[in-house]
Nanobody, 119 residues
């Protein structure tokens, strides 16, 4: 059994910062890509940022230069540093990871954490 647990969401004013964390636990053998997605009400889920096990990163155009994705030293944790937040960044942010357990690779999702940017 594998779990992804996010933390760090909340309410912040425009221009402010937040840092999201996501930790994988359980029968984790290896982790390949870890990523953050977001979903706003009435909109499709979209990729925000991703990072491979080698540290290669990819960002959505809308967040490039404002958000930074990184992985912890233990490699089972991923962070999203969000700076210069805008109201349009308001969404539920979900952690995603491709994880190998007992020989099988599967795609896992966290439960999501709410980020609200408002004055």
């Amino acid at each position: 059994q594998v779990q992804l647990v996010e933390s760090g969401g909340g309410l912040v004013q425009p221009g402010g910062s937040l840092r999201l964390s996501c930790a994988a636990s359980g029968s984790v053998a290896n982790i390949n890509v870890m990523a953050w997605y977001r979903q706003a009400p009435g909109k499709q889920r979209e990729l925000v940022a991703a990072i491979t096990s080698d540290g290669i990163t990819n960002y959505a155009d809308s967040v490039n230069g404002r958000f930074t994705i990184s992985r912890g030293n233990a490699k089972n944790t991923v962070y999203l540093q969000m700076n210069s937040l805008k109201p349009e960044d308001t969404a539920v942010y979900l952690c995603n990871a491709v994880i190998q357990t007992t020989g099988w690779w599967n795609n896992y999702w966290g439960q999501g954490t709410q980020v609200t940017v408002s004055s």
